[in-house]
């Protein structure tokens, strides 16, 4: 039975609580110690009666020897890391296995909760559910504790205790035969099991979800039972038990000759006076002091491991099981059946009217320990009004980039100079690209392209006063006029994945000096079409509007119109002229380079079809 003392701890004042425990008997040091404790003192005593009155001089000076010995290679035992070590681990697995036993309550909660019904039928189920839980977990204590083993020894013993039946004992007893060498603490569980799924069928339990929960409960209770036997199946290794207790019991046995009183002209090695250097003589004491408080303290700390390394038996802080297995009983019968769907009436509380008490009332003898709310460990700082102000960090939008980036060609984050923008990154070079990262200088334009329309409108909003064919802000272009605008545009996607395109920064042709190119079979400058009014095709009717152009301004036409019959039809990944007699309508849809790797197809309106 587990020796408890919390209570005469509960307060520390005056010398401490802890001195009053030092007195008691029941699961104290003394009575694991005495035995050994009897045997080092004794066969200390023996060997020291041998010393001073039997043997002589010479046998002394030989004793003397063996003892100084012995104390010298005694001290290199490590019995404190050793020790220590191994009683942390016991300790540790001694609660853990406390925390394993399952305890019947919560299951006996769910029962009573989801399996309806006052009739017989439905107590019934109750009542052999628990009754099943009980039997699996006392079926499991006999087989991990001495106690419960000596109470329930056979299957008939819990027959007769009421916590088996009969058939059900035939049923375990057929098993045994057809199978055995395993232990059945899981049929009961078993059977539980299926009286949950027969009484969902019946209607008792009303949702599948309820049934889910049950048979999660009786799981988690099966494998508690079944670490239990797994904590009694594997132990700690034995031979670290086995180096423990040669490490503490060696270690005293050369104490009992090391520690021995020696006449001063017998010892060896004496200690000196620095001062005088007269010779120190050693105290004979005669009866060990500070030995034998040595022996309590390593030999009491191996008995404290020995005693809780099998929580289960018989030692005075072993669990009792034998009450275990008769309160979970009465409990879960009283939770399913004497508590099952009953309730105290429901009245109006106390505080009905005030909502919530201020506070609870105190006794006479009580209010003495009236406390204040705990305080915080901040709540003593203070900090000024200069300090308190809010300081908003600068942040820059994708979208604003954009506009800035359309409305000056600038292509460097605001207050970032000759840097990337805020937020930017370094974009891997396309295998197919004719130029490498490392050409990007620091007027790399990023805009964002959601459509093809969207450049289309880049295409036809440049501007076409600077003769040399220049963008104001790219500079270096190396791109020649016969290549077109887009044809080292690289997408990417950015988190609300809109198309976010990068343009070298490169000089780019404007459209003047695209459809002012010579012709290849005659040599001369194409002469721009008159231009074509297209009815309801503007440049408003584009899925994206250009950001500089006001509300009252008047829409733009497409002009020149892209698709002229004269304008020169080159694919520029194989560099293949389609000739001029091609008919446009068929071909509804013209080559534009919109990745600067591929080419995709895009739809022409009908309007600029049927002009031509």
């Known amino acids: 039975m587990t020796v408890s003392y919390t209570a005469e701890v509960a307060t520390c004042k005056g010398f401490g609580c802890f001195l009053k425990l030092l007195f008691r008997w029941e699961g104290s040091i003394y009575k694991l110690v005495w035995p050994d404790l009897f045997f080092f003192l004794g066969s200390y005593f023996s060997l020291s009666f041998l010393y001073r009155f039997w043997l002589s001089p010479t046998h002394q000076r030989t004793f003397a020897q063996i003892a100084i010995f012995c104390e010298k290679q005694g001290s290199l035992i490590p019995v404190s890391f050793v020790l220590g070590f191994y009683v942390s681990i016991v300790v540790t697995r001694w609660w853990d296995q406390y925390k394993t036993i399952p305890w019947p309550d919560a299951t006996a909660l769910y029962v009573t909760a989801s399996i309806h019904g006052q009739d017989d039928r439905g107590r019934l189920q109750r009542r052999t559910i628990m009754r099943y839980c009980c039997l699996s977990l006392t079926m499991c204590f006999t087989l991990i504790s001495p106690r419960v083993k000596k109470r329930f020894p056979t299957l008939q013993h819990l027959v007769d205790a009421g916590l088996m039946e009969e058939s059900e ?41 309820a049934v889910k929960t049950l048979l999660d409960e009786l799981n988690k209770f099966r494998a508690q039972c079944g670490l239990l036997i797994s904590y009694d199946w594997i132990s700690i290794p034995l031979v670290y038990t086995q180096v423990v207790t040669l490490a503490v019991y060696t270690y005293f046995l050369s104490c009992i000759m090391g520690r021995q009183y020696l006449k001063p002209d017998h010892r060896l090695s004496t200690s000196q006076n620095t001062t005088s250097g007269d010779t120190i003589e050693e105290i004979d004491l005669i009866f060990p002091l500070f030995t034998t408080l040595q022996f309590f303290f390593y030999m009491g700390w191996l008995k404290v491991a020995e005693s809780l390394v099998n929580p289960f038996g018989d030692d005075d802080d072993d669990f009792e099981l034998n009450w275990l297995v008769d309160r979970n009983l009465q409990v879960s019968y009283l939770i399913v059946d004497e508590m099952h769907h009953e309730h105290p009436e429901l009245v109006k509380d106390q505080y009905w009217d005030s909502v919530f008490p201020l506070q609870l009332p105190y006794t006479i003898g009580s209010e003495q320990f009236r406390e204040i709310p705990p305080a915080h460990s901040t709540d003593r700082i203070q900090i000024s009004d200069q300090n308190s102000l809010i300081r908003t960090p600068p942040f820059l939008k994708i979208d604003d980039l954009a506009e800035s980036l359309d409305g000056h060609g600038s292509t460097t984050a605001p207050g970032r100079s000759g840097s990337r923008g805020l937020g930017w990154r370094e974009r891997p070079t396309s295998f197919r690209s004719s130029w490498s990262g490392s050409s990007l200088g620091e007027s790399d334009r990023v805009s964002r392209a959601g459509s093809i329309s969207s450049v289309f409108k880049r295409i036809f909003s440049r501007d076409k006063s600077d003769p040399s064919g220049r963008v104001e802000g790219l500079s270096g272009s190396t791109t020649t006029p016969g290549h077109f605008l887009l044809e080292d545009v690289i997408p990417e996607l950015d988190e609300n994945m809109a198309t976010i395109t990068s343009i070298r920064n490169e000089r780019k042709p404007t459209i003047a000096e695209i459809f002012n190119q010579p012709d290849a079979k005659n040599d001369k400058p194409y002469v721009s079409s008159t231009k074509i009014d297209i009815p309801g095709v503007s440049v408003r009717k584009t899925r994206n509007i250009e950001e500089n152009s006001s509300a009252s301004a008047p829409p733009k036409l497409l002009s020149p119109p892209l698709w002229a019959p004269n304008f020169p039809k080159t694919n520029h990944k194989n560099e293949t002229t389609l000739s001029d007699e091609d008919d446009l309508e068929s071909t509804s849809t013209a080559r534009v380079n919109t990745t600067g790797i591929g080419y995709s197809h895009v739809p022409i309106p009908s309007e600029v079809v049927g002009a031509f």
């Open 169 to 209: 004992k035939n049923v375990i007893d057929g098993l045994n035969l057809s199978v055995p060498g395993y232990s059945k603490t899981w049929l009961p569980l078993i059977w539980a099991a299926a009286i949950v799924t027969r009484a969902r069928k019946e209607g008792k339990i009303q949702d599948d979800f």
